[in-house]
């Protein structure tokens, strides 16, 4: 992934990426909770931000008569966002969303692109995450990505008050690999 191919959207609407901080997790919070399930509530996204993670937002200027949601002070939309933390040799995904209105515009495959161009940058050899099993649109677009299956935790995400769901390990290696075997 040394290319960065951009989103047919792109070509129509400026984007760019900007560092999340403490002020942007109104709008952040708004996207996560109409986005999944099973959100990160702020104080994940507060812990992550205090412990210096990567953590950056995609913006896209506003097409005439649009009403960017959530609404931010710059009038641009928040197309999407995602949380990295880096470690010895790899970095983890924790957290990739794009916001509802923009899914299935190529989002989700440009930030991890970027993210991909990033870890290599930084020395990483592979990129980390887990996903719920259940979610097939994220597991599909993984796939995409490159990412392989490398593992299941047991009960790693809470699904109800009495249930627990696996989580699937996925790898991607940045070293013109398709992770380990
Ligand atoms: C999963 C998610 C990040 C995908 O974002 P996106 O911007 O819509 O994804 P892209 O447009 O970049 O899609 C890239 C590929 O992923 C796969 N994909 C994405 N959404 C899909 C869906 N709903 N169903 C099936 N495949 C899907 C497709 O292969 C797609 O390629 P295609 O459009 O050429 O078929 C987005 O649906 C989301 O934010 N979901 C809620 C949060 C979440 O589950 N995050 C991942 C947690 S691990």
Same mark, same amino acid.
């Given at each position: 992934?040394? %290319?960065?191919?951009?989103?047919?959207?792109?070509?129509?609407?400026?984007?760019?990426? %900007?560092?999340?901080?403490?002020?942007?997790?109104?709008?952040?919070?708004?996207? $996560? %909770?109409?986005? /999944?399930?099973?959100?990160?509530?702020? #104080?994940?996204? #507060?812990?992550?931000? *205090? &412990?210096?993670?990567?953590?950056?937002?995609?913006?896209? $200027?506003?097409? &005439?008569? $649009?009403?960017?949601?959530?609404?931010?002070?710059?009038?641009?939309?928040?197309?999407?966002?995602?949380?990295?933390?880096?470690?010895?040799? $790899?970095?983890?995904?924790?957290?990739?969303?794009?916001?509802?209105?923009?899914?299935? *515009?190529?989002?989700?495959?440009?930030?991890?692109?970027?993210?991909?161009?990033?870890? =290599?940058?930084?020395?990483? +050899?592979?990129?980390?995450?887990?996903? =719920? *099993?259940?979610?097939?649109?994220?597991? #599909?677009?993984?796939?995409?990505?490159?990412?392989? !299956?490398?593992?299941? =935790?047991?009960? /790693? /995400?809470?699904?109800?008050? +009495?249930?627990? !769901?696996? &989580?699937?390990?996925?790898?991607?290696? +940045?070293?013109? %690999? #398709?992770?380990?075997?």
């Amino acid at each position: 992934m040394d %290319t960065l191919p951009v989103p047919l959207e792109a070509q129509a609407r400026a984007i760019a990426f %900007t560092p999340m901080t403490e002020a942007d997790l109104d709008a952040v919070h708004a996207v $996560e %909770t109409s986005a /999944y399930g099973h959100p990160w509530s702020p #104080r994940h996204f #507060r812990d992550s931000l *205090q &412990a210096g993670y990567p953590a950056v937002m995609l913006i896209g $200027e506003a097409h &005439a008569g $649009e009403s960017p949601w959530p609404p931010r002070p710059d009038g641009r939309w928040l197309l999407g966002y995602l949380v990295a933390m880096p470690g010895v040799d $790899e970095v983890h995904l924790l957290n990739l969303t794009v916001n509802p209105p923009h899914q299935r *515009q190529g989002w989700a495959r440009f930030m991890l692109d970027a993210l991909a161009l990033w870890s =290599r940058g930084q020395g990483a +050899l592979s990129l980390w995450l887990e996903v =719920r *099993q259940s979610n097939a649109p994220a597991r #599909r677009l993984y796939e995409r990505c490159g990412f392989r !299956e490398v593992g299941v =935790r047991r009960g /790693y /995400y809470p699904l109800s008050a +009495l249930q627990r !769901e696996d &989580a699937v390990v996925m790898q991607l290696g +940045l070293d013109g %690999t #398709r992770g380990t075997e």
